[in-house]
């Protein structure tokens, strides 16, 4: 049976784990005494984004949450599955977040959403893909694709509607756009170095360090920033 291997990979996978259950405890207990119904709504959607990643976390550190695939000429590979489960519920919520934050319309909200979850599809087919190397980067480069559309209508678009909110929501608007734009575009960078292209110039552990890392920072480092400007998260109404 699949199960990680101790050392730099298993060690990852529990920092992972500890780190969005605490990132969730934390921010639970921040909103507990929120009673602005617009304030909760970020409270709402950002607490289960670090409760979905722990869960996954902890499916990937016990060994649940990886199947090894046989791929034509590279052997079997491990893929942790799990963290497609995370990323496909959790990066939707996270765009939301920014979403509300930037007044946005819902069609800017839905077309965002659509090309995330496009993208995280994809990229779990390019995961699991048996025909061989060459299909797997070619799953790759139509879920870089997806990353590369929505990085373009978060920077135009919805940058385009949050200059319209009051001067505070705006930076800090920007704040987090930029941190997400960032960190996003360093996913598929780590995926395709690393073992699941079969390329492996990243190994196994490294690139599981890589990942937990950015799933952090990308989470709640994110809710972080985000969740600390009380008055400006009451003066960034007006969605929908
Ligand atoms: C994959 C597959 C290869 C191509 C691309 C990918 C993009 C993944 C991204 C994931 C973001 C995850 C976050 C998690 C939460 O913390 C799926 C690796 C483009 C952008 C922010």
Known sequence: MASPTMGLEAISLWIGT????????????KGWSVDDPR??????????IPAIAAVSYFAMATGYGLIEVDVTGLGTLDIYWARYADWLFTTPLLLLDLGLLAGADRNTIYTLIGLDVFMIGTGLVGALATEGQLFRIVWWAISTGALIALLYFLLG??????????????????????????????YPVVWVLGTESGLAII??????????????????????LLLRSRSVLSAASGHG
């Open 157 to 186: 678009e919805m940058t385009e509607q949050a200059s319209k909110q009051p001067g505070d929501v705006g930076a800090l608007f920007g704040r987090l756009r930029n941190l997400t734009a960032l960190l996003w575009a360093i």
């Open 39 to 48: 304030e909760q709504e970020y409270y709402i959607v950002t607490i289960f």
């Open 203 to 224: 190994p196994l552990g490294v690139e599981t360090a890589a990942f937990m890392v950015l799933d952090l920072a990308a989470k709640v480092g994110f809710g972080f």
């Open 18 to 29: 500890v780190g969005m259950a605490l990132g969730t405890v934390y921010f639970l207990a």
